[in-house]
Nanobody, 124 residues
């Protein structure tokens, strides 16, 4: 089992930045791909990006490409999502997730463990 806890969400003005963190505990984290998803009220959970087990590969949704960077520190069992130039449409609950395997992409079904989410609100 992997337990995940997100932090770093909050209220930010349009054009601002936030850095979300996801700290893992439990079984080894270093072999697991990590994904970030978000869910706005009334909408389905949406892929934001993912990072492979060693950080060598990252994938981003078109909607955030160029504004978002995902990184990880396996020694600290932490993954991060840095978001720049945030816009009101980025408002959502952001979730990190870990996959059993070292590579994962954009489907929620690829991920086995989920955090509780952290709220990001962008005001115009």
């Amino acid at each position: 089992q992997v337990q995940l806890v997100e932090s770093g969400g909050g209220l930010v003005q349009a054009g601002g930045s936030l850095r979300l963190s996801c700290v893992a505990s439990g079984r080894t984290f270093s072999r697991n791909a990590v994904g970030w998803f978000r869910q706005a009220p009334g909408k389905e959970r949406e892929f934001v990006g993912s990072i492979s087990w060693n950080g060598g590969d990252t994938y981003y949704a078109d909607s955030v490409e160029g504004r978002v960077t995902i990184s990880r520190d396996n020694a600290q069992k932490t993954a991060r999502l840095e978001m720049n130039n945030l816009q009101p449409e980025d408002t959502a609950v952001y979730y990190c997730a870990a996959a059993e395997f070292g590579f994962a992409f954009n489907r929620t079904t690829e991920y086995d463990w989920w955090g509780q989410g952290t709220q990001v609100t962008v005001s115009s």
